[in-house]
Each structure stands twice: as structure tokens, then as C-alpha cells.
């Protein structure tokens, strides 16, 4: 089957396999149906106030397209001609490239069809991100500072402001990075959406604007380490009781959310981000729309939360302020000459990127621009050396539950450090919750693959503002899906096609129904390569 659909027209056309785009001479193309009794052709009109498609018989839609008064052909969907498509043959189909809504759906089997059973998954072919080289659009990003407390500035980017009458969305990024790694989401979602993207505090931009420590006059300045800030004997005023924890950074995105963007959001996070994203939603569940979790870690901090646990907290006598005492100062020196190294950073960002063609020059070079900040070593051992949160990462879950919050997860399948067992075990204390695995990406599928995540998290923010009438993604209707699914989706990006496989898990998924087929695949694979001569 193959889908046609386009924001921009009115109107979009199904048809039912193998039809094909004959050319007509040399500057036009004709529409050729099969003349199979499986053909199933509709019209379709888009309802313009929630987005939903009403279908229709078409014998004379289709009369009036390629004859009748005031008839337009295929040239006009999309305002693209049928030359960029590349012509549409069975098995060989392109997607408008310059809109951010059009898709197109190939594939011999149903676009229902489950795949767990081994069979090829339908073919989706969704837009690439704008190609602001060929003239499309590309929203701006602007680049904002935020004076939330005493010599901390929190730094964040904004784009689509001008989308006034559109919901807010707010992404969270992950440990060592910042604003900056949600770049393909501002210029794209941005078109759309309101969108804002935050440093957490201690990272990225949002590191203290002076030293927040002291050094006595026989102390450590004399050996030449004043440079170096948080490592001096006393502490200023305005960093007492500063550390860089899990419950403030929920409290410095509570305090944007009131003061800056001013009402409830769609939040997103990656790892340490999707823990804090889910930690703020169980808090304030009335400032929350939506959360998505993009390979959320489950868990932080190593040290027991005071609140929690004050006895076995009294056991450590440091938890992350300043200043640092001289013995962990000395292993924070040897510990970060290693890791911020050019070479140790290069080696972390292969490991989470999963296709290791994607460049990844821009995301290097601000990650090493933080190491180089004078604050950035104190600040790293602040964050390993903080307290957990008052709440467990499935408490936060079961308190979202609680509250009706709705959670789409998004994971990279070959991420190496957060497992995808932990986003289906996710998947099974909430069952509601949608799962979509993409693959092959790593830990960072939003970056890595942003042109799928960014079509995911566009279509499920449609369906939760149209009240579940505009269909989630991947989807043909506007029911739940019960059953898994898997699709083939396609994109281009700088002017090559590539594709990932993105698996929709069902609210009838069980862990152990998985893990079965999984076993049951291996072992079909593994037979077959035995027996292959």
C-alpha cells in the first residue's frame, strides 16, 4: 500500500499497491491503476481544526484530477512537482522533502501488519530535517541567559516564538552536554512549536560566573591553582549549601517553567535529562503536558538524599558543596585530566553513537569548550558526589501514573549504557505509556536520528492536542494500538537516503513475550546460517 499525504493541499490520495507513475511525454507524468479487485482508492480531506482525515470514494475525484474544469494534477501537492519524488515505482518512493508533516507508506503488506513474526516491516517514508541550503525554512535559535539565583545564570535556547497559538515544548539534555545537543530539534520543532532547551546548572553554559571558593593566603594560590575554581579553603556567601543535585535541577526547571515560559509544557529528556524531566513531572504534574524519555537513565546519584535517609547520610561527611576537601580535590585532578581529554572525549562519543557516520564535530567541540571553563572540574565533582533525589526513578513513575501524566518513550535500541530493558521495564509499570525502540541508534537517538524522533515526538503532541482524533505515529487510525509493530522508515538527509527501523510496543507487550520472540528469532536465524551452504 501507499500513502500520499500532504499538510499543505487538502486533500491526499490512498492507493492500494503497485501503482506506478508512467510518464506521458517528456515534461508530464499519468496516474496507472491496477486493474486487481484489491484496489482500494480514497480521498481524503483534512479536517483543519484538529488535523484528522475524512476519507471518501474518489472514481470521480480522480476523473477531475487528470480532466474536468479547474482539475489539478499531482504536480500541485505539496507545491512540488512529481520530478521530485523521482517517480513513484513499486518499491521506489520519495517523500516531500520540504514539508514537515508529509509522508509516504510503501510496502506489499497491510500498513497493520506485525512484524514480530520475521517478516518485513511496511516502509515509511518520513521528512528529513529542513535543508536550509536548498531554501527551506529553518527556525532561528536564539541564545538567552536566565538570573535565577546569586552568580548562577541559567543558560537556555529558544526558537518558534513566533508560534503563539502552538503548546510549549521544553527539552532537557543529558550529563556533560547541554542546549546545544537539542539543535535539530529548535530549527525543526521550532517551525511548529514553541521550543526552549535548558543547561542544567553546573553544565554546559550554566556553570557559576566566579569562583565560588575562597583560597587562604599560604593555601593552594600560591602553587599556582587559583586558576581552578571551587578548589580553595573557604567558601563565598552566595555558594553555601550549593550543590549540583537532582532536586535543584528540578527546582531550577520548576522555577523556568513559572517565570519564562509561563504555563504547562510538553517536556522531553535524554538519560540524565528524562530522569529529571519525570522527577519534575511527579512534583508538578500541573505544569506537565506530556513527558517523553529518550533513553532516561533510571537512576542517580551514589550518595543516600538526607531527606530520605538521614542516619546512613550522616556516614558521609561530603556530599557535593564547597568547598572540596584537599583529599577529593586530589583525585578529582587525576580523574579529570583523563576524562577531559580530547581523545577520552572522542572514545565516549563513539560508544554512544551507534552509526558512526554522523557527524558529530559541533557537539566535540562544545563539550570540550565546557572542560575549559574554569568551574567545570569542581562542578563535575559536585555532580558525582551529590546526593540521589528524594524520589526513586519508579516512584516518580508510579506518581505520574497516579496523575494521568502521558509518557511516550523513545529509546535507541543499541544504546550501550542505558539498556532497552530498562525502557520496557518502564513500559511495564506503565502499560499505557507508548514505546517506540529505533534502530539502529544509540544513547543519544535525537541527535543521532533526529529526523525519526523529531517526526515521533511532532505526532504525538498532534494526537494528545486533537484528543487522540489525529492518529499517533506510525499509525493509520486513531485507536489504540494493542498489538506491536514495526515500520521501516526512511529519510533523506544531505542528499542520500538512509532508514532505521522504528518498533511500536502495543499495550498487550509483556517482557516475556518478547524475550520469546527474541529466542525464537535467534534461533531461526542461527538455524538458517547452519544450513545455508
Known sequence: ???????????????????????????????????????????????????????????????????????????????RSLDSFGGLKNGNSKVFSGNSSSYVVGGEDDVGSITENGESPTRVLIPGLPDESNGEYSAPISSCFWKWKPKLNVHYEKAGCENVNSPPVLFLPGFGVGSFHYEKQLKDLGRDYRVWAIDFLGQGMSLPVENPTLFSKDGAASEGKDSIWGFGDEIEPWANDLVFSMDLWQDQVHNFIEEVIGEPVYIVGNSLGGFVALYFAARYPHLVKGVTLLNATPFWGFLPNPIRSPRLARMFPWSGTF??????????????????????????????????????????????????????????????????????FRETLARCKMSDIPICLVYGKEDPWVKPIWGLQVKQQVPEALYYEISPAGHCPHDEVPEAVNYLLRGWIKNLESHGSVALPLHEDAEVVKNSIARDVEFVREGSRKSVIVRFFGSKFSIWNSFSSYIKSQFKETTSRILTP
Open 323 to 392: 568547598p572540596l576537601p584537599a583529599n577529593v580535590r586530589k583525585l578529582i585532578e587525576f580523574f579529570w585530566q583523563k576524562i577531559s581529554d580530547p581523545k577520552s572525549i572522542a572514545e565516549i562519543l563513539k560508544q554512544v553513537y551507534t552509526d558512526h557516520s554522523t557527524n558529530i564535530d559541533k557537539v566535540f567541540s562544545r563539550i570540550l569548550d565546557i572542560t575549559q571553563h574554569p568551574a567545570a572540574a569542581a562542578s563535575f565533582a559536585s555532580i558525582m558526589f551529590a546526593p540521589q533525589g528524594q524520589l526513586s
Open 1 to 79: 500500500m501507499e500513502i500520499l499525504t500532504s499538510s499543505t493541499a487538502s486533500c491526499c490520495l490512498v492507493v492500494n499497491l503497485r501503482w506506478k507513475l508512467a510518464e506521458n511525454g517528456s515534461n508530464s507524468s499519468q496516474l496507472k491503476l491496477p486493474t486487481s479487485r484489491e484496489r482500494k482508492i480514497l480521498f481524503a480531506r483534512t479536517n483543519q481544526r484538529n488535523g484528522s482525515l475524512r476519507f471518501s470514494s474518489v472514481d470521480k475525484f480522480l476523473k477531475k484530477l487528470n480532466h474536468g474544469k479547474g482539475s489539478r494534477s499531482l504536480d500541485s501537492f505539496g507545491s
